[in-house]
């Protein structure tokens, strides 16, 4: 078989107009869970002087141990905390509680969309001080400050209208925000509370993004110009966001991939307290009742204060019932179609040719013909067609392209189980529902 290259999944290339982006448990006690309760502003008893005094007050009477993780006092009334499914009966029983939901986990859902979508016109985006006092928030993963998308060069004043600033953390100070990246916060308590302690030496407690998604997203949406950007050599050209004059401030929320409810909402709280103009979240679990719905409830408060909530649809499709944040008070956004391609071919040995896509740039394969394996077929693991850690055979990979199947571990991890393996390269095969 010969090989331009191999196959590679075009994660890359997902163009979205604005934005896009599940639940474990770390015990600390028997049964111990996160749940968010909500209560009526208005049913507060007279002798409490402050919502949050009568919250602990209505803690404290069915549990002695609980803590408040949470106030929220925008995006809802109320507060999370962690209890056992008895103490949750009671609390429910007590005045004044509308609701008490457990903990949900979300997970995470280019440079010429402009162009693409035919918004490049200048008159479409104009360049007035009115474009440059919009203030969008993101919930993702965090922000890298360095990244050239926000370069304040040629903005003015911070709004007037904003109302925070940044906050120091493991690999972050507030002096990396500037004019461009007015904003940066994270938010830990329901992760840790679920999960125990942010694992520092794999990602950073505070705002900085070690995964990538949120600067992505973020830059997406508001990104700077950036003349010359190029990836492994491809698709060259000047990368910019939608609102490229905007202000971002950015929420992290997500933590190695886990997006949990109690700090999405905290983060919603804060935002809007903060006075963002528009929220970008990339994050979704599904479709869900409105009720139950963290993401929802807080666009739905988000909305009656005048600000825009944008939401990706998910990486899901092919399918009914696969988009998230439906809610028709979120504006729901996907990609219909994609413009790039980087297209390569495969070429077997009986004379088939089969069509994907790559983003190779390493060195150039043998311009011969060379020996395939199904990764299946190659590991004694019930799961060795994943090509997960330590599953394939060497003897039976060496000098080989490898064909793995999608799910489960990283792509990016499949393709160093195989070159760990001796093989020579990767074919990643889809499953059907992802195309």
Request: hydrophobic fraction near 40%.
């Amino acid at each position: 078989m010969s090989y331009s290259s191999f196959l590679s999944s075009a994660a890359f290339f997902t163009i979205l107009l604005l934005l896009h982006q599940g639940f474990c448990h770390v015990s600390d006690g028997a049964q111990h869970a996160t749940y968010i309760v909500h209560m009526a502003q208005s049913q507060m008893p007279s002798g409490f002087d402050l919502h949050s005094l009568w919250y602990d007050s209505s803690l404290r009477s069915v549990s002695q141990s609980a803590q408040l993780l949470y106030t929220y006092a925008n995006a809802i009334h109320g507060f999370s905390t962690r209890l056992t499914p008895e103490e949750t009966d009671s609390l429910m029983t007590l005045p004044g509680v509308i609701s008490v939901l457990p903990k949900h986990r979300y997970e995470l859902h280019t440079t010429r969309t402009p162009l693409f979508l035919g918004v490049h016109n200048a008159d479409l985006f104009p360049e007035t001080g009115s474009s440059s006092d919009v203030i969008v928030g993101v919930l993702d993963t965090g922000v890298w400050p360095g990244s050239k998308s926000f370069s304040d060069v040629g903005l003015g004043p911070v709004p007037s209208t904003w109302r925070d600033g940044c906050e120091d953390g493991t690999n972050f100070t507030a002096s990396l925000c500037n004019r461009k990246l007015i904003g940066a916060r994270f938010f830990t308590r329901g992760y840790e509370a679920t999960m125990g302690p942010v694992d520092e030496s794999k990602e950073s407690r505070s705002p900085r993004d070690d995964d990538g998604h949120g600067t992505h997203t973020s830059s997406t949406a508001v990104g700077s110009v950036v003349e010359g950007a190029i990836l492994l050599g491809f698709a060259s050209g000047a990368a910019r966001g939608m609102a490229r004059r905007a202000r971002v401030a950015v929420y992290k929320v997500c933590w190695e991939g886990d997006c949990f409810s109690s700090d999405i909402l905290a983060a919603i709280d804060k935002a809007i307290d903060d006075n963002v103009n528009i929220f970008s979240m990339s994050l979704g679990s599904g479709t869900s009742d409105y009720y139950r719905d963290s993401v929802a409830i807080g666009a739905f408060a988000a909305m009656e204060r005048g600000i825009l909530v944008s939401c990706s649809t998910g990486n899901s499709g092919l399918s009914s019932s696969t988009l998230s944040n439906v809610a028709p008070w979120i504006t729901t956004v996907g990609a219909g179609t994609i413009d790039p391609d980087f297209p390569a071919v495969a070429v077997l040995g009986n004379g088939k040719n089969y069509s994907g896509v790559s983003l190779f740039k390493g060195d150039a394969l043998p311009d011969k013909t060379l020996p395939f394996v199904y990764a299946g077929n190659a590991s004694n693991a019930a799961n060795g067609n994943l090509c997960g850690p330590g599953t394939l055979i060497p003897e039976k990979v060496k000098g080989k392209i490898v064909m793995c199947d999608r799910g489960v571990n990283a792509r990016v991890q499949k393709g160093e189980v195989v070159k760990a393996a001796g093989g020579l390269g990767m074919i990643l095969a889809n499953t059907a529902e992802n195309g």
